[in-house]
């Protein structure tokens, strides 16, 4: 069975750093597309990260260039997000996402809130 699980989320103040999971299983996640998105309230999901499977390229949204870090490792068939220099407009349940052919794959989210 195809599952994606995130984990780390969790509180963190202003200015802090959170690492986020995202466990695979039924699958590996070398030779795909993956990546994460967010979204929060009354917002529309925002792609902030994802890695190519054309080239392992990585790409940013405009909004956390600089501050996020996204890696991949293929023996432990997990993706990490790490985040560094947390903002308030950060907060968003953090989804992560798996190509496979031509369907994406979806975890359940984990929550992320940057607040004093």
């Known amino acids: 069975q195809v599952q994606l699980v995130e984990s780390g989320g969790g509180l963190v103040q202003p200015g802090g750093s959170l690492r986020l999971s995202c466990a695979a299983s039924?699958?590996?996640?070398?030779?795909?597309?993956i990546g994460w998105f967010r979204q929060a309230p009354g917002k529309e999901r925002e792609q902030v990260s994802c890695?190519?499977?054309?080239?392992?390229?990585?790409s940013y949204a405009d909004s956390v260039k600089g501050r996020f870090t996204i890696s991949r490792d293929n023996a432990k068939n997990t993706v990490w997000l790490q985040m560094t220099g947390l903002k308030p407009e950060d907060t968003a349940v953090y989804y992560c996402?798996?190509?496979?052919?031509?369907?994406?794959?979806w975890g359940q989210g984990t929550q992320v809130t940057v607040a004093s």
């Open positions: 890695i190519s499977r054309r080239d392992n390229s990585a």
């Open positions: 996402y798996a190509g496979i052919s031509s369907t994406n794959y």
């Open positions: 039924g699958f590996t996640l070398d030779s795909k597309d």
